[in-house]
């Protein structure tokens, strides 16, 4: 599918061009057309990133590419190249999975496309035009940095997600930690790694979009880029400090689970403890000799059992005033 829409300085706006039209739109140095390409094919691919915008193979290349593309951003001559990675919707914690993002900006255009089935920044965007036209009229840069406000945003009700999730193992653990509490712990730190992956790299881009002196973004839109850049400090401050916390947490279950084990094993030496001296008297009287003493005691039985009571009672008042147990 392929969206477009091209506001002149002067005149109508124009929506869904045909190639023809956005070829005569590019002429317009002070207009601004904005494709964006969602789940295209390769035909479509090459007939509008090749044919029409003449941009570079190798970014051609990288938005054909199934795999997994780091964030970044690569300085053309007249354009930039910016890769960025957007959550998906209706993530779950345990498995988190983002979406790649491929944003060319020019002076008077915005080219983005992405292979995913639903880009909720871009879509969030389009329908924001029906109600507000400030992100058209202020330019391709100001139209980048919209929809790269909306992906970024995403990441803070993820983190608080996250926050919560960690707070509710930090309570099981300590009142009865499970195999499957574990599996949610080491869940949530792989999902952290994961988002931490994505948030280094992507910071960098905003850093480099905000500082360098780049021809496509304009002096007075840099510091919206530089408020990008820091809303990501913060959330890789935040994940840096739940990824803390799950590890802290980790540690605790690992401490409870040994704690426990150690009790039982306690409980199990007492009671080997125990019976030894008992399975020993037992095992003197049980010998099959023909004299023996006291064997035909009419009280023999008796005076045994009083035996293995006393040592049992001595014992665990022994285990008890050395708080054994």
Not at 304 to 321: D, H, K, S, Y
Request: overall charge negative; hydrophobic content about 45%.
């Amino acid at each position: 599918m392929i969206r477009s829409i091209f506001c002149p300085k002067e005149g109508p706006r124009q929506f869904n061009l045909n190639p023809t039209q956005m070829v005569e739109a590019l002429k317009d140095p002070e207009g601004l057309l904005w494709m964006s390409l969602e789940q295209p094919t390769v035909a479509e691919v090459d007939a509008m990133l090749r044919d029409i915008f003449h941009f570079h193979p190798l970014a051609i290349e990288d938005c054909l590419n199934d795999g997994y593309q780091a964030p970044k951003v690569d300085i053309f001559n007249d354009y930039l190249f910016i890769i960025v990675h957007a959550l998906q919707p209706d993530f779950p914690l345990d498995h988190l999975d983002t979406m790649e993002l491929n944003c060319f900006l020019g002076s008077n255009y915005l080219v983005t496309s992405y292979r995913c089935q639903n880009m909720g920044p871009v879509q969030a965007v389009w329908e924001r035009l029906e109600q507000d036209e400030r992100p058209i009229e202020h330019g391709a840069d100001f139209l980048c940095y919209t929809i790269l406000d909306r992906l970024v945003d995403e990441y803070m009700p993820l983190l608080d997600m996250m926050d919560e999730e960690i707070d509710q193992l930090e309570d099981q653990v300590l009142v009865k930690p499970k195999p499957a509490v574990l599996q949610r712990i080491l869940s949530l730190k792989h999902s952290i790694l994961t988002l931490r992956r994505i948030i280094a790299p992507q910071r960098e881009v905003m850093n480099r979009l905000s500082r360098d002196d780049l021809p496509q973004i304009s002096d007075q839109h840099r510091i919206y880029y530089r408020d990008i850049y820091d809303h990501l400090v913060r959330v890789h401050d935040l994940s840096e400090s739940i990824r803390d916390v799950v590890t802290g947490t980790l540690d605790t279950y690992l401490s409870a689970t040994n704690n426990r084990l150690s009790e039982v094993m306690k409980a199990l030496t007492i009671v080997s403890t125990i019976f030894l001296p008992l399975s020993f008297v037992a095992g003197v009287y049980g010998m099959n000799f023909e004299y023996l003493p006291e064997l035909h005691w009419h009280y023999g039985y008796l005076v045994v059992w009083c035996v293995f009571i006393m040592i049992v009672l001595g014992m665990l008042w022994f285990f008890r005033r050395r708080e054994w147990i």
